[in-house]
Each structure stands twice: as structure tokens, then as C-alpha cells.
């Protein structure tokens, strides 16, 4: 299994970012996936997830302003975040059940 983030940087608060995540080594089409993140110093937190056909779930922060989204095709997943605040900093990983990949950092700041 490997998942790799990428799309992070650095963006001034009220910004955008959209975030990707390539998948290869399992059964991606079938496979329940989230977003997590760990901000500086705080423990992982749950972002957002999808099932294998489409149902999105929300941290309550996040609701409004984030959207996840995947292409089974591609086996990729995407984060579009809008809207960022100073709290969205973060490593932002793509995981499965039981994998977590690669992070990508998000800088919010001005």
C-alpha cells in the first residue's frame, strides 16, 4: 500500500489549497478512505472521509469549507480546502484503515 500526499504550501488566511493523494497497492475503488492531520505539537485529528461511492463525513471545523472528493479511475483522492484559517495548519496524510502515507505541510498564516 502507498499513498502520497501533495499540494501543500504556504497560504495567507482565507486562502485555498487543494490537496491530492495518489494511491497504488490495493484495491483503491473499494477502499474507504480520510483525510487526517496533525497540527504542530497536537495529536492526529479525523478531516474528512469517503466511502468507495461517494458519501462524505466531516470534522464539524472543517464542514462548509472543505470538500473531499476521489476519482476511482485515477485512484486519487482530493482535498479542495476554501476558506483556511490559522488552526488548518497542519501535516495533512491520506490514510486507509490502516495506512497512512506520506504528509504534505499547510502553512496558514499571513
Known amino acids: 500500500v502507498q499513498l502520497q500526499a501533495s499540494g501543500g504550501g504556504w497560504v495567507q488566511p482565507g486562502g485555498s489549497l487543494k490537496l491530492s493523494c495518489a494511491a497504488s497497492?490495493?484495491?483503491?475503488?473499494?477502499?474507504?478512505m480520510r483525510w487526517v492531520r496533525q497540527p504542530p505539537g497536537q495529536e492526529t485529528e479525523f478531516v474528512a472521509s469517503m466511502s468507495s461511492v461517494g458519501n462524505a463525513y466531516y470534522q464539524d471545523a472543517v464542514k462548509g469549507r472543505f470538500t473531499i472528493s476521489r476519482d476511482n479511475a485515477k485512484n486519487m483522492l482530493y482535498l479542495q480546502m476554501n476558506s483556511l484559517k490559522s488552526e488548518d495548519a497542519a501535516v495533512y496524510y491520506c490514510a486507509t484503515d490502516s495506512v497512512r502515507g506520506r504528509g504534505t505541510q499547510v502553512t496558514v498564516s499571513s
Open positions: 497497492g490495493f484495491a483503491f475503488n473499494r477502499t474507504y
